[in-house]
């Protein structure tokens, strides 16, 4: 052999020794630095002042643990509750170290990894994620293992179960559960007593009715001498996080769930269009949207609730933590959220986070060992210091445990709306992300659409109020019309090749 | 404006060459100097809009003295005081919780409430003893006469006068600012202007004529951010990436194109010609298959869809090198093939030497592209710790809570900086790939 | 026999690493995006033949036409400008002064910057606030402004009632130089040979210059009075609007914020250009003279067809690079305002690793391959008729 063909074989047997040897990082690589003291603050606090102090305070039996990572969308002081969470189980057993990894975008992250083959143990996903990661197989179901370890149905409030099941699988496990209702601040209310008095509204109770509640906004609105307001009674943009529950506070549904079918069109749901377009009519969208520019988010002291520019909103469980944050002293009711006439209540959307085992991980025992003690004894930790309710139905002692001292003062109210008759979970449909994105399209438009102006021309007054309502409930119809036409088309589209792909699997 | 000929092009339309040229330059240009300017700016002087061309491209600098020592200070906002009115410079009898000041409730709402992290709540609890000075503007009101401070929280303490400032404090024309102590550290975004902070510092308030301005520049900033994006191990990781892309770039398409240019087989014009075909697919089309190949492989999480690909070469550069391989005299092949070697002993001692510029340049290339590549880094490396320079610098702008655009172009600076480097110390081979390819044609 | 054996298999074993990637990395994912643009594929389960249901869906999905709207936008507008701006700097960076080499250097920098870098940078400068960019804008702008209302009365014009004033006058002014330069009685004043003339002419060029600028100004002042507040301080790219107002198909700011920022990185096709223009046979321009030729019939006939190849190659790279540009509006604004500059790249990206559609983006991937092989192939066909290849 010539030295050259020598070289270039040595060339060679490098590059595929180097490719070899590389491997993807894991999670387990310790990081040396022991601290002194660290029991102590452990006792003290049970918490750890550092990341470094967590490790040493697991370097003993560091080596012998299994170590999985658990990817979590939490900032702030929610993160570092969940941080609690998983500190109690790392402590409380010694043959699994969970790390908790705080990650940006986590729903987008967790597929990209699962699909590239490199995913981590757990993820902290969104309800409405359950779906599009079944469809996908990105999960593992997690039936059999339920039932080994004796986690049955009644353990749970079944809304919260449901949302976690596709096509009566279970791919995931509740997390924090939220529920929503109406906020109000009771100091607006002292304060514009009189005027309410004068709409025919009690001031020393929230508004029972929609019909009511357009009543109590319009009656507690102030405006400038321009007409741009300067404190609003109500916006149903503001936060504007749950668009797809109006329907419900009207009566109506976004599916029927013994039949599947798609019903946006129903006539309840487009009553709660025209309701939603009347507050852009009657205020001007212009108006609104210069005024909401000036919000801060649900995390600022600038938050349109929270600084007192809109007396009330329909805000979730979580919404006190962040009151606490900034004005802790507002004074402020929770009530459940209004309903039409007739509507039975109370009822509140029921939304949750969720905690799933990606497929392809490489411990999964180990995931379901975690993903069991938090069900039962890592919920009560994360949602007392989230100042959340709790997904579950725990014993009397354990509930009682939970309640005692719990920080959110409003917990009763969300805890019967999540136990409610009536609550209403968000429709378990394969074609669901089509529909939602479908959906937010067709609010934003009809909240945007102005008639032309040809048709109004010439009206004032009632006249002109009357068509205008015409015109935009015209506008609703064709809308939601059109898309329940094409959702039917993708549900046609997605059980076809359902079909296929069974038909697939049997040969 | 041609170029030939013995004529001396006149000086009127010289000058318009010029002038177009520098014109165009600085185009060119200044969004480099731009970047390097705020690069060693501090934050809040990033964001302000420029009110003049110096101040958007230096920072302005403020120095005071307070308490007898010279300190670099920010001001933090300016003073204004009507006739009558005035602002309390005082310090607490007792010491009190520093988020009593900024927060509209007390400690005993703090600490049971669940809503803070522990970092915000150390800042929150630290203490402000007698020793520190406190403003009593609006939020913490001072009552001289029953010398007490009423605390945003609501509490009411007592407190002694240190100074009480008027408007008289500032001579005509001028400002009075509240101006606190800057440290270098301060230029990173995080944990900045805590209560606790805000009152252990020195500070004061001076009126303009006592704050010296001076330009300003900041070179922590490049500490700071090189470390928020990782940057060794991002080197680390783009500098390994680029020698193994390089090194199999290089050895791969020399090989591959001495076969194609001296070699003869059946199918060597097709096979060529498909090559230059497969110039012209986009990368978008085979992306996705190429990704669950190596997702099937294992490979995904690795740097090995990054480099294992160029060690069976690239067709660009394989042209390349063939086109100018053909153009080597052919005796001196003749003559090693008649002296016995064999081709790869050809290829190493004869046409390697001779190609050297040529190899150059392709090595170079490589490492450009490889150095740059953010798309393939994007889908093939998920850990943090293997991110290379591009994506950790995208990871850094698009963190949440606003974007800090100092430490953001000081990062860009460093990571651009080694390209640039490179190319004034192999100038001439730039220049000649670059006409290389021209001459493709 | 062995001998030729032999002789085949060195060759086929130079080839071979050539060989195993054209197979594995090029050919088989070529087809197989190609059977998978034919199948529904979420990438846990396996791809299941559907027909060409993906390619029907296509023809009906508005962001897809969203989205191949704005990459040809983008391609209508920057590939020519490109060509242009790049073949004028080559031109000027070809001229006989002192300083080419600090030139040359200067015009090649920004190429040497990372992606990445481009992106973040460029999203900083085009800050609305803090930027560069309407910091320019505004000094430019107010000389431009200031030059404009010393002739017309701007507010006037915005408004809609103004019209010429007697200042205006003054613009005709500018013909003079040019009168003296070229008109009638030039050939009476100068001698031939005459060393004022030329200057002249390039003084009667500027001072035409600058008045058409002012009656520039004066006019879109008069008719676009919207995009002239808008261009004083323009949103960049946070604004959807398309720019100027009304042109259908017009690009929007936040697009025209990413064609001005890949001209930045046109100095290395100028300095392509300049090396092939410095190829171009000196006979030819002197035989170009002897035939009486001034500098821009010489550009147009002998320089433009000399360096016709490298043109045409630029050409046809920038249009596969527009179809594949990425890093630069995924960093920067994430498709945009409301997909406004969402480009194929993009889409393919979402449609195939965040919405787990491997079998659309296939076929998305696939459609883009048939235009950007259609639009070559028309590129090289129209290059029959101009693009002179000299004899080697």
Known sequence: MRSVHLILCLIILAVAAFAWIERKPTVSQFDPTIHEGFKAAWAKGKHFASNAERDAAFRDNWNGRVHISYWEKWGSFEAEACQKMVDAFNESQESIFVHYVRTSQVDRKAMLAIVGGDPPEVVGLWSNNVRPFAEADALLPLDE???????????????????????????????????????????????????????????????????????????????????????????????????????????????????????????????AFEWIKSYANRYGRQNLSRFQQGFGNYDSPQNAFIDGKVSMVLQGVYFPAFIDRHRPHLKYGVAPFPTVDGVPGPRSLMNEDVLGIPRGCKHPKEAWTFLHWVQTQGLPIVCRLQGKHLPIRPSPEDDRKFRQGHPNRFLDTFDELAKAKHSFIMPRTAVWREYADEYRVAFDHVWHWAPPADELEGLTGEAHSKKLRELCRREIVETLGRMRKHLEERQKTVKKREAMRDGMGAR | MSSVGEKKTPWHLRTVVHLVLIVGGLFFILPLVWMIATSLKPLDQTLMRP???????????????????????????????????????????????????????????????????????????????????????????????????????GRVVRADLVRRVTAAEAPPGETLYVVREWRPEDTDTKGVSSPFVKVERAWDILPDSRIRTGPKVIPNNYPVALRRVHFTRSLGNTLLLCLMTVCGTVIASV?????????????????????????????????????????????????????????????????????????????????????????????????????????????LFTFLGTWKDFLGPLIYLNHEKQFTLSLSLQAFASEHGGTPWHLLMAASTVFSLPLIILFFFAMKTFMRSVATTGLKG | MTGNLRKNLTGYGFVLPWLMGLTFFIAYPFFAAGYFSFCDFPPMKGPMFIGGDNYVELLSDPIFHRTLGVTTMFAAVAIPLGVLLAMSLALFLNAKIHGQAIYRVVFYLPHLVPTVVVAVLWMWIFNPEAGLLNLVLRYLFAVADGWTGLFF????????????????????????????????????????????????????????????????????????????????????????????????????????????????????????????????????????????????????????????????????????????????????????????????????????????????????????????????????????????????
Request: charged share 15%; glycine share 8%; net charge neutral.
């Open chain 1, 145 to 271: 293992w339920m039932a080994k370890s004796g986690l049955t149905d009644d353990h749970y409030i079944l809304n919260y179960l449901l949302l976690c099941r596709h096509k009566g699988t279970t791919f995931c496990l509740p997390s924090t559960p939220a529920t929503i209702a109406l906020f109000y601040n009771k100091d607006h209310y002292r304060l514009k007593a009189d005027k309410l008095i004068a709409a025919g509204c009690d001031p020393n109770r929230p508004p029972r009715t929609i019909a009511e509640l357009d009543r109590y906004a319009d009656a507690m609105s102030e405006f400038h001498p321009d007409g741009t307001p300067n404190v609003m009674g109500f916006i149903p943009t503001e936060p504007g996080w749950f668009p797809t529950s109006w329907p419900y506070f009207f009566g109506g549904a976004l599916w029927d769930a013994n039949t599947g079918e798609l019903t946006i069109d129903r006539p309840e749901n487009i009553r």
């Open chain 2, 51 to 153: 009110e003049s061309l110096t101040t958007a491209f230096f920072a302005t600098g403020y120095h005071a003295t307070i308490n007898g020592t010279e300190y670099p200070v920010t001001r933090d906002r300016p003073v204004e005081l009507g006739k009558g009115e005035s602002l309390y410079i005082v310090t607490p009898a007792k010491a009190f919780a520093a988020g009593e000041l900024t927060l509209p409730f007390g400690p005993d709402m703090w600490k049971k409430s669940v809503s803070f992290t522990d970092e915000e709540r150390r800042q929150m609890d630290a203490n402000v003893t007698p020793t520190m000075h406190v403003l009593a503007d609006e939020n913490n009101r001072y009552d001289p006469a029953a010398g007490t401070l009423s605390l945003r929280s």
């Open chain 2, 255 to 363: 090989v591959v194109a001495y076969g194609f240019a001296y070699l003869e087989f059946p199918g060597r014009k097709a096979l060529f010609a498909l090559t230059l075909a497969t110039i012209m697919v986009p990368f978008v089309v085979t992306m996705i298959p190429v990704y669950l190949m190596y997702r099937s492989l294992g490979w995904v999480g690795t740097f090995k869809p990054l480099w294992v690909a160029t060690w069976f070469g690239n067709a660009f550069f394989i042209f390349l090198l063939r086109q100018f391989f053909l153009g080597l005299p052919k005796d001196l092949l003749d003559a090693a093939r008649i002296d016995g070697c064999t081709e790869l002993e050809i290829l190493w001692n004869v046409i390697v030497p001779l190609s050297r510029p040529v190899i150059a340049m392709v090595a």
């Open chain 3, 153 to 392: 009365d701007i507010d006037r014009l915005a408004g809609g009632t103004g019209s010429l004033t007697p200042r205006a006058g003054l613009l005709l002014l500018a013909l003079v130089p040019a009168l003296l330069a070229w008109g009638p009685l030039a050939r009476k004043i100068h001698r031939p040979e005459s060393r004022a003339r030329p200057v002249l002419a390039t003084v009667a060029v500027v001072a035409i210059v600058l008045a058409a600028l002012a009656i520039v100004g004066a006019l879109l002042y008069r008719f676009a009075p919207g995009d002239m507040k808008k261009i004083h301080s323009p949103g960049w790219l946070t604004d959807g609007d398309p720019f100027p107002a009304g042109v259908p198909f017009a690009p929007s700011w936040a697009l025209w914020g990413i064609i001005i920022m890949s001209m930045w990185g046109i100095g290395q096709m100028a300095v392509i250009y300049l090396a092939k223009l410095q190829d171009v046979p000196v006979e030819l321009y002197e035989a170009a003279e002897i035939d009486g030729a001034g500098w821009w019939r010489k550009t147009i006939s002998v320089t433009i067809p000399m360096i016709s190849p490298v043109i045409l190659f630029n050409v046809v790279m920038s249009i596969i690079g527009a179809f594949q540009v990425f890093a630069a509006p995924y960093i920067m604004t994430q498709g945009g305002p409301e997909n406004k500059t969402r480009f194929v790249a993009m889409f393919v990206y979402d449609q195939a690793f965040q919405y787990h559609r491997v079998g659309y983006a296939s076929a998305v991937a696939a459609v883009l391959f048939l235009i950007i092989v259609a639009l070559t192939l028309v590129a090289f066909r129209l290059s029959k008729r101009h693009v002179h290849y000299s004899a080697r």
